[in-house]
């Protein structure tokens, strides 16, 4: 199986074998538009289950108990303040957290009281605390000025780097996509959202560039120099810098998700609701959709970008000219000369096109 690997990702850098994934991209352009419109809808309703950093709120937790009774919880507090509403989980396997508004001073040690005779446990046992919306109102707004900082760096970097501005317009518009479909699979599944939550969701925005980045550093080497030549469009350049960083993005893919699925199964199953399952989910959704849109969307999206380009569609229309020519030649003057390739996005390096067949030498 690993040779099999070896040999398909071998082809893949050397032609042999590609996959049209630049020509097919209005396809691709199809799915990321509709997944991203579903995430959106999601942002809206259900919406974000917001934590009690963002919200605020009082907290209880009770450790050492012999059961997780979610309805205990609620009884537990509603013999207190019977029009609270509160939300109970389970952390690991002997505690238990309740979350409500903002109780008075004398509520909150009546809940105490509550907890510790519903649970059967000790004073100890039972802690409680007071988060106020302003703190997390203050990590939003530093949450969101930190993205916009990065992306103007990002952008500013790319470009320089690249020296080409639709590569970074292209990236920046695949980070967008990543951020909103992570967003909306969190929204979904209805978890807190809390700090760690917002950590995750910055740490994918250097994953996603990083990927998209490996890309277009190769889209560049191979597109270097494409107008001084006839043998093949800008397109299948670029496609071909898909399909020879495919394996890289598959191997890496593999090897971060790998452990932040096992983080992800821990918090969830093992620790329940806690930090590293709120990051690990934001992280786990994060990758895999920045590993689709590096292949599928950000370089696509650069190739639809640089052919609103006069000189590359001028190229294009030559490339493809010449070929039409060249296919009609045997049928005009009956010379044999080797078919070009169509527009599959398929592209050999280093192959030869329209060499005439060597007379063979008769043997004495």
């Known amino acids: 199986m690993a040779v099999g690997f070896a040999q398909w990702g071998n ?47 009082s907290e209880f937790t009770v450790s050492g108990v012999s059961t997780q009774s979610q309805q205990l919880a609620e009884e537990a507090v509603t013999s207190v303040a019977p029009s609270e509403v509160p939300r109970v989980s389970s952390v690991g396997n002997n505690a238990v957290r309740i979350q409500t508004a903002e109780l008075s001073t004398d509520e909150v040690e009546e809940v105490r009281t509550a907890l510790m005779e519903t649970f059967d446990v000790g004073e100890d046992q039972v802690t409680s605390s007071f988060v106020g919306p302003s703190w997390g109102k203050d990590v939003s707004q530093k949450a969101l000025t930190g993205l916009i900082v990065f992306l103007v760096l990002v952008g500013l970097v790319m470009t320089a780097y690249f020296r080409a501005w639709r590569m970074a317009v292209a990236a920046l518009i695949a980070l967008f996509h990543d951020l909103i ?3 909306g699979v969190y929204a979904l599944i209805g978890w807190e959202v809390t700090p760690a939550t917002v950590i995750g969701f910055l740490t994918i925005l250097g994953y996603s560039i990083y990927d998209t980045v490996v890309v277009f550093d190769k889209v560049r080497e191979n597109t270097d120099g494409v107008l001084a030549q006839t043998r093949s469009t800008y397109a299948e350049r670029a496609n071909l810098a898909v399909n020879q960083t ?31 399952r709120d990051i690990a989910l934001a992280l786990f959704v994060g990758m895999a959709v920045g590993t689709y849109s590096s292949i599928f969307l950000a370089t696509p999206l650069e190739v639809s970008l640089r052919y609103r380009e006069p000189a590359i569609r001028e190229h294009t229309a030559k490339v493809l000219a010449a070929r039409a020519a060249a296919a009609a030649a045997p049928a005009d003057g009956g010379s044999a000369v080797v078919s070009p390739m169509a527009y599959t996005g398929s592209l050999r390096p280093g192959a030869h096109q329209g060499n005439a067949a060597q007379p063979r030498k008769r043997k004495k």
């Not at 042999?16 to 809808?41: D, E, P």
């Not at 090897?255 to 930090?275: D, E, K, M, R, Y």
């Open 11 to 57: 082809d893949l850098h050397t032609g042999r074998k590609s996959y049209n994934i630049v020509g097919q991209r209005r396809k691709f352009y199809l799915v990321s538009i509709v997944l991203s419109a579903i995430c959106l809808v999601l942002l809206f309703k259900p919406g974000f289950n917001l934590g009690i950093e963002f919200r605020g709120g």
């Open 181 to 183: 479909i992570t967003a």
């Open 246 to 276: 495919l394996v890289r993005s598959i191997n890496t893919s593999v090897v971060a998700l790998l452990p932040v699925a096992s983080i992800l199964f821990i918090g969830a199953f093992i620790l329940g609701a806690g930090t590293l």
